[in-house]
């Protein structure tokens, strides 16, 4: 497996979180795993793809298949809790995922993140002319860092004109949360924003696509695995408790039961798979 991270260039860093690129070593029909490696389900390689705040991934020279989704192109993935398996049905696999900010989608899309919650489109399904040049582009450029730079000039375009006040908004209602380590109330999040309750949550979710309670789960689960990845990266032993308890878990016992709900392994499990630029690393995007 190949695999590449490429950060988006500056102007883009509040909206894209990053690119990552992925290329399959072989085609999965001629893999052999190993029966208790949690990346093969019946003899088949899977990308599992972790819960997420909404997503592109381009796809080529394979078929695909993606939470019961058949599909040779672009893909946009709403807001969703569980992990995903992106398994290759035919061909050799070679994609690209836009990792975006929360709200992001929305903000550079005009996405409605409430309505994409949960789904997965394809980009003739979700008809736009321009996602849909960029399939075809990523289709014909071989270089990961040349897709990049073709991403951020489509994405540059799609800047708004003038600040999008409520994405600002979400902006600062997440850093709050980051701040607090999940521990704010709704109410809270609407103060942060300068909105009353109830105009918050139609905002929100309209960007966002989850109401925020669920969003707290899943950015402390996001913030957490980021943590454990950091670690790894400089080399550094991992205090599962300690770094658990940073992010606003109460015990290894309340992480282990949200890192099996969201992310199907256990902490301990996750830490094993999820050193960051590694083989081992691409199994899970974060």
């Not at 990346?39 to 909404?54: I, S």
């Not at 860092?145 to 951020?152: F, G, K, M, T, Y």
């Not at 942060?192 to 689960?221: D, H, S, T, W």
């Not at 099996?260 to 083989?279: A, E, H, Y």
Request: hydrophobic letters at 40%; aromatic letters at 10%; glycine letters at 10%.
């Amino acid at each position: 497996m190949y695999f590449q991270i490429i950060q988006p260039t500056e102007a883009l860093r509040r909206y894209v979180y990053r690119y990552v690129f992925v290329r399959a070593e072989g085609s999965t029909d001629t893999m052999q795993p190993p029966e208790d490696d949690p990346r093969f389900v019946n003899g088949k390689h899977v990308q599992p793809l972790l819960p997420n705040y909404g997503s592109l991934i381009f796809v080529r020279n394979a078929v695909i298949e993606i939470g019961g989704k058949t599909c040779d192109g672009l893909i946009l993935l709403g807001a969703n809790q569980t992990t995903l398996g992106l398994k290759t049905v035919s061909g050799w696999f070679e994609g690209m995922m836009v990792d975006f900010e929360p709200g992001a989608m929305h903000a550079l899309l005009g996405v409605d993140m409430q309505r994409l919650a949960g789904q997965i489109l394809s980009a003739q399904e979700y008809a736009d002319k321009g996602l849909q040049n960029c399939d075809r582009i990523f289709k014909n450029t071989l270089k990961a860092e040349d897709i990049a730079q073709l991403l951020d000039a489509f994405f540059l375009g799609r800047l708004p004109h003038t600040e999008d006040l409520n994405y600002k908004r979400i902006c600062d209602v997440v850093s709050v949360c980051d701040e607090a380590r999940g521990a704010v109330t709704a109410a809270q999040m609407a103060g942060a924003a300068c909105l009353g309750e109830r105009q918050f949550l139609r905002v929100f979710r309209r960007y966002v696509g989850i109401p925020p309670k669920q969003f707290l789960r899943l950015r402390r689960f996001h913030r957490t695995i980021q943590d454990m990845q950091l670690q790894a990266g400089q080399g550094r032993v991992i205090d599962l408790l300690a770094t658990v308890l940073r992010h606003g878990y109460y015990d290894l016992s309340h992480a282990a039961l949200e890192f099996q709900q969201m992310g199907c392994v256990s902490p301990g499990q996750f830490r094993m798979l999820g050193i960051p630029l590694t083989g081992d690393f691409s199994v899970f995007f974060g």
